[in-house]
């Protein structure tokens, strides 16, 4: 799977950034809401939906992409 081992190492909570070349500022963070599998042509990535801390977006994205920047506390 594409993004496994982050997938695995991710928890839901965690506070987690990432680059986004589509935005103004492409350094964005985020926390986990949830962690699936998906296929796309016969391979599987590792996703994650993440609510943005800047503007409370919703975004999916790979997990493969993200730093953990800190682990969920509670």
């Known amino acids: 799977m594409l993004g496994e081992k982050n997938y695995h190492r991710i928890d839901i909570g965690d ?5 986004d070349i589509t935005e103004n500022y492409p350094e964005q963070l985020g926390i986990v809401l949830s962690k ?3 296929i796309v ?8 939906k993440v ?4 503007d409370n977006q919703v975004k999916n994205i ?13």
């Open 62 to 74: 790979l997990a493969i992409i993200v730093k953990i920047e800190s682990k969920k506390t509670t």
């Open 15 to 19: 506070l987690v950034s990432w680059k």
């Open 36 to 38: 699936w599998v998906s």
């Open 41 to 48: 042509d016969g391979r599987e990535l590792c996703m994650l």
């Open 51 to 54: 609510a943005t801390t800047a």
